[in-house]
């Protein structure tokens, strides 16, 4: 089982939904919460993290930590056809290096 | 501008070949790694650097080497690539300490024949 588990998809919404995007996780080590945001033949970028549990808020953005659960989530309000990308969860355990432990990625495309 | 480059783009070798993949980092971070990425595994840790004199094997080291010649400059060979070894390669730089965002390089293709 790997330490971290997210759904591939591919994920197909139409502009304008409420997007929601998880992953579970085993290690309970795990402190720092990631999600990168990657479009096609792009390097990954750091959308949002959290540190331990709770909620976070960026704009139309918002991480959930659900360390009770070993859960994270990320939901995309209004989506637009330029959040269509490859969306990438990672966790990493405080002083180890920065050591990033990566979900598989969902490939998301939000159709116009 | 501060940026992570990678070089080649894009590579095409044949089985045994030995092939030497370049990051260079003008953002005066630390800590250097090296990943590859496949379909439907996302991303995987090769090796790892925190600095010029200290180098850590990642989840998949086999059949991988590094080497970090500065700073600002982190290289990975294959010696004798295998068709397995076909993926996306990505460097990626972080600075010491806190949370360290990890930036990530454009990425080469590599393609064992």
């Known amino acids: 089982q790997k330490e971290v588990e997210q759904d591939p998809g591919p994920l197909s919404v139409p502009e304008g939904a409420i997007v929601s995007l998880n992953c579970t996780y085993s290690n309970s080590a795990f402190q720092y919460f990631m999600w990168y945001r990657q479009y096609s033949r792009k390097g990954p970028e750091l959308l949002m993290y959290?540190?331990?549990?709770g909620n976070k808020e960026d704009g139309r953005f918002t991480a959930q930590v659900d360390k009770s659960s070993k859960y994270i989530s990320l939901f995309i309000r209004d989506s637009q056809p330029s959040d269509s990308a490859t969306y990438l969860c990672a966790m990493s355990v405080v002083n180890q290096g920065g050591k990033l432990i990566f979900g598989q990625g969902t490939e998301l495309s939000v159709k116009p | 501008d501060a940026d992570v480059t990678q070089t080649p783009r894009n590579r095409i070798t044949k089985t045994g070949k030995r092939i030497m993949l370049e990051c260079s980092q003008t953002k005066g971070h630390d800590r250097m790694y090296w990943y590859r990425q496949d379909p439907g595994l996302g991303l995987r840790l090769i090796y790892y650097?925190?600095?010029?004199?200290?180098?850590n094997k990642g989840e998949i080291s086999d059949g991988y080497s590094v080497s970090r010649q500065a700073q600002a400059k982190f290289s990975l060979s294959l010696e004798s690539a295998i068709p397995n070894q076909t993926a996306l390669y990505f460097c990626?730089?972080?600075?010491?300490?806190?949370?360290?965002?990890?930036?990530f390089g454009p990425g080469t293709r590599l393609t064992v024949l």
């Open positions: 990626a730089t972080s600075r010491t300490g806190g949370f360290n965002e990890q930036f």
């Open positions: 650097s925190f600095d010029v004199k200290d180098i």
């Open positions: 959290t540190y331990s549990s």
